[in-house]
């Protein structure tokens, strides 16, 4: 079945670093990309999406690019800030027509940002 | 103005009794979804109702019963609550039919002792 594997965390980082959360994707057709960010003690909310092979998604300063070719969905940002600290969750659209909130997560990345 | 939301926030149960989770959504949607996020984070579908009919059930002990009044509601409804069923569990919604991105709840965690 469809799946997303995220790389491991968790991740700390200071202040202004680069960040990289690589994430990789099994499916079978198109389905759509995502990545949900959940702060501390809140819920989900959706940072940003791609919908078809290289569409590059872009929300507060993070880029991912659909990369079909490789099946990957990797997470950038070119300088962290501390308010950046949270889990973040790749994610795809499943089965059942592909509706994107029949989602698929992989198990999150914890990523912490250190003044 | 919240757009999905749910209720209560926690819940703190003893084994064995019987609980309801409450979600609305203010968005219009048509479809809506139960998710639960475990002790490690993470997080799995549960059920997905449109239109007040069922379209997803995945694996999931049917002690756990969802229930729609209308569309912009969908109750989860957990009978017999055991250990294990500690969790954070979210709702969701969007509309598939204008291929929108899901709205998730703030969670409730739900702790059984």
């Known amino acids: 079945g469809d799946s997303v594997t995220q790389m491991e965390g968790p991740v700390t980082l200071s202040e202004e670093a680069f960040l990289t959360i690589n994430c990789t994707y099994t499916a079978t057709g198109y389905p759509s990309l995502f990545w949900y960010v959940q702060y501390p003690g809140e819920g989900l909310q959706l940072l940003l999406k791609a919908t078809k092979a290289d569409d590059k998604g872009s929300n507060k300063g993070f880029e991912a690019t659909y990369r079909k070719e490789t099946t990957s969905f990797h997470l950038e940002k070119g300088s962290v800030q501390v308010s950046d600290s949270a889990v973040y969750f790749c994610?795809?659209?499943?089965?059942?027509?592909?509706?994107?909130?029949?989602?698929?997560f992989g198990k999150g990345t914890k990523l912490s940002v250190k003044p | 103005d919240t757009a999905v939301s749910q209720t209560p926030k926690y819940l703190v149960t003893q084994m064995g009794n019987d609980k309801s989770i409450k979600c609305e959504q203010n968005?219009?949607?048509?479809?809506m979804y139960w998710y639960k996020q475990d002790s490690k984070k993470f997080l799995k579908i549960m059920f997905s109702?449109?239109?007040?009919?069922?379209?997803i059930n995945e694996t999931v002990p049917n002690r756990f019963s969802p229930k729609s009044p209308d569309k912009a509601h969908l109750n989860l409804h957990i009978n017999s609550l055991e250990l294990g069923d500690s969790a954070v569990y979210f709702c969701a919604s969007n509309n598939p039919s204008a291929n929108t991105e899901a709205f998730f709840g703030q969670g409730t965690r739900l702790t059984v002792v």
């Open positions: 109702y449109n239109n007040k009919e069922l379209i």
């Open positions: 994610a795809l659209s499943g089965n059942y027509g592909g509706s994107q909130g029949n989602l698929i």
């Open positions: 968005l219009g949607h048509d479809t």
